[in-house]
C-alpha cells in the first residue's frame, strides 16, 4: 500500500508562470488536505477536500491559488502568475473517513526565480 | 481561533538522555490531538490522542493528553541521535477536522 504521493518533488517556475502541484492520497483515503511551510515557518492549513467538494478552504489565499479534488485521479494544487514569496514546500497529507490520522507525502518543494 | 504552543522551541541532549515535550491547546471544537516527527522529509505520524489519561506507547516514545489542562506531553526515554528532528503538535479540530500545527519542538540528541 504505497503512501501518499506528491509529485513532482522539485520544482522551479519564474515569476508569472503557472504551478501545478499533485497529491494522490493513500489507496481507500477520500479525505486530502494541503499545506504550505514557509521558510523558517511551520505547517500553515491550506485547504480541505473530499472527493470533487472542498470542504475548508479558509487557509488559501484568495487570488492565484486554487485547488481541486476530481473524482478520479490526484488532488491538484494550482498557483497561477506565481511569485518569490510563493515559494515554498507544499504538502499533501491525505486520511480515511471519520477522525483517522493524516498520512503525509513528501512535499513540492516550488522555488520561484 | 484554535491555537497550539510547543514548549521548548529547542532542546539538546546527550544520548541516553529522557526528554519530555509539552504542547498546550487552546480549541473550539477538539477532535484529536497528534503528534509527528519531522526530519527533512515529510511529517512522519507518531500518535493520536482522543481520550484523556490514557497513554500511547511505541517503543521508547509516549504520549498522554489531558483535555482537563488542555494540554499533551510527549516522553522519549534513553533518547538516540536519530530521535533528532524537530516534533509537531497537531490539533485536530472542528467539523471539517482542521489541522492546526505548533511551532514545533526542535530536538538534537548529541552522541
Known amino acids: 500500500n504505497a503512501g501518499v504521493m506528491q509529485n513532482p518533488r522539485h520544482l522551479v517556475r519564474r515569476r508569472g508562470q503557472e504551478a501545478r502541484l499533485r497529491c494522490s492520497p493513500m489507496?481507500?483515503?477520500?479525505?486530502v488536505y494541503w499545506y504550505r511551510q514557509l521558510p523558517e515557518e511551520g505547517l500553515k492549513f491550506m485547504v480541505y477536500l473530499q472527493k470533487e467538494n472542498i470542504i475548508d478552504e479558509s487557509g488559501m489565499p484568495k487570488e492565484r491559488f486554487s485547488a481541486e479534488f476530481p473524482k478520479e485521479g490526484p488532488s491538484i494544487l494550482r498557483i497561477q502568475q506565481v511569485v518569490r514569496g510563493d515559494s515554498a514546500a507544499y504538502f499533501c497529507a491525505s486520511s480515511g473517513a471519520g477522525d483517522a490520522e493524516a498520512f503525509f507525502g513528501q512535499g513540492t518543494r516550488l522555488t520561484v526565480v | 481561533e484554535d491555537k497550539v504552543v510547543q514548549s521548548p522551541l529547542s532542546l539538546v541532549v546527550h544520548e541516553g538522555d529522557t526528554v519530555t515535550l509539552n504542547c498546550s491547546y487552546e480549541v473550539t471544537n477538539f477532535r484529536s490531538l497528534l503528534w509527528y516527527k519531522q526530519e527533512k522529509k515529510a511529517p512522519t505520524f507518531l500518535f493520536m490522542l482522543?481520550?484523556?489519561?490514557i497513554e500511547k506507547k511505541s517503543g521508547r516514545l509516549s504520549s498522554i493528553l489531558d483535555k482537563k489542562e488542555l494540554s499533551s506531553i510527549l516522553n522519549i526515554t534513553a533518547t538516540q541521535t536519530g530521535d533528532s528532528a524537530i516534533y509537531l503538535c497537531v490539533l485536530s479540530s472542528g467539523s471539517a477536522r482542521q489541522l492546526t500545527f505548533g511551532s514545533g519542538t526542535q530536538l538534537t540528541v548529541l552522541p
Open positions: 482522543t481520550s484523556s489519561g
Open positions: 489507496k481507500g483515503h477520500s479525505h
